[in-house]
């Protein structure tokens, strides 16, 4: 099996599954309970919670352990929007957003909040002079996701955090980590970053955990009320397992990043250099991207015909994103880029992963060849 769809999820190391049963059979006391067994798993979390706090460089109090990217994303914008309301009710993304974060955006916007949403330039970027001149004095936060989850472009973090630190009534800046973390890199602390998601599943650790770092002096409204768990934003008891397994795939996900990075982006080279040279096919990320994700259309074929079709000869890659792949409708960050329909109903995301190999990239791109001219004859006109 060729798998290739890494950006919608990966499978855990090795030793993240064995670390993650071992918890599960030995240490299965709950954290806030005050015998010996609750008091193990409570000095689990909280290794755990250093761990993390020292990757990111950030402060152990400054983590929110959650069930994944989208409740953090939720809890950030929702958290914020609540919480500091009375200051203002104006908030700034764009239209390309994760649907975690878009259609948070959108509900609140049915519930009364002010919405702008910024539209990219045709290789998914946003400029920081479009985010400075949708501000207002009411506006009290800013969502913009670091790494596009379909084509992977890479937004200038850094400089929009720069220019919102300085401005008079600074709104608050969330940054969805989810596609960036280990890939492309980001110090949170330094970036002007308020509030960044991100979720384990995404860099092989296992699904149903993520976090949220809240930068300190920060006050969110609490999405879940009960025992006050996470300082009081996330009740719940904590999922030891999944935390101690989240840690560590975190670490090793660190450990040769530039390395990792560098085996990446050759693999990208040689697959976008053997789709440009085909004639039926449109590229739709950028060499400047992020160094896993390689999209683009052949038009008049739908993504989820050539999507099957390679997956027929065991290669696996997806359409749009993972949570919207079962949507049959153009891409929403196709045609926001300025993608025709044509492109936007046939794009097809390829996510690469550092243990892929130039053979196995080899046999894709020739998998991809084969299907496309298998299909050429049932075109849609």
């Known amino acids: 099996m060729n798998y290739f769809d890494y950006a919608a999820t990966t499978p855990p190391y090795e030793e993240v599954i064995v670390t993650i049963a071992e918890v599960m059979a030995q240490h299965y006391g709950n954290p806030s309970s005050l015998h010996r067994l609750g008091e193990q798993s409570e000095m689990l979390v909280k290794r755990a919670r250093e761990a993390c706090s020292s990757i990111l460089q950030v402060k152990r109090s400054e983590l929110v352990f959650t069930s994944g990217a989208t409740e953090s994303n939720n809890l950030a914008i929702k958290g914020v929007a609540f919480q500091y309301q009375q200051r203002g009710r104006h908030l700034i993304t764009t239209t390309i ?167 990446l982006e050759k693999l990208k080279g040689q697959l976008e250099a053997a789709l440009t040279a085909m004639p039926e096919v449109r ?53 926001q880029m300025g993608k025709s329909k044509a492109q936007a109903v046939s794009g097809i995301r390829i996510s690469l992963n550092e243990a892929h190999t130039a053979e196995q990239v080899h046999d894709l791109i020739g998998a991809i060849s084969k299907s496309i001219q298998y299909l050429i004859p049932f075109k849609q006109k």
């Open 97 to 263: 957003e994760h649907p975690s974060v878009y259609e948070c955006m959108k509900q609140l916007q049915s519930w009364g909040w002010e919405v702008t949403y910024l539209t990219p330039d045709q290789t998914g970027c946003i400029s920081v002079r479009q985010v400075e001149d949708a501000l207002r004095d009411d506006t009290v936060l800013v969502s913009i996701m670091h790494v596009n989850h379909e084509v992977g472009s890479i937004q200038p973090i850094e400089e929009i955090g720069a220019m919102l630190k300085h401005k008079r009534h600074k709104p608050f800046f969330h940054v969805d980590g989810v596609q960036g973390f280990g890939k492309v890199p980001l110090l949170v602390s330094s970036s002007g970053i308020d509030l960044y998601s991100l979720s384990a599943h995404k860099w092989r650790g296992p699904k149903g955990i993520g976090l949220l770092y809240v930068r300190q002096g920060i006050k969110l409204t609490p999405l879940l009320s009960g025992g006050g768990q996470e300082g009081e934003l996330r009740s719940g008891t904590e999922n030891v397992p999944l935390i101690v397994g989240m840690a560590q795939a975190m670490r090793l996900t660190v450990q040769d990043q530039a390395q990792r990075v560098n085996i």
């Open 283 to 335: 590229l739709n990320s950028s060499s400047d991207g992020a160094p896993h994700i390689v999209h683009f259309s052949c038009e008049g074929i739908k993504a989820e015909t050539l999507l099957h079709k390679l997956e027929e000869q065991g290669f696996y890659v997806s359409s749009q994103s993972a949570c919207s792949s079962k949507q049959i409708e153009p891409s929403r960050v196709l045609l």
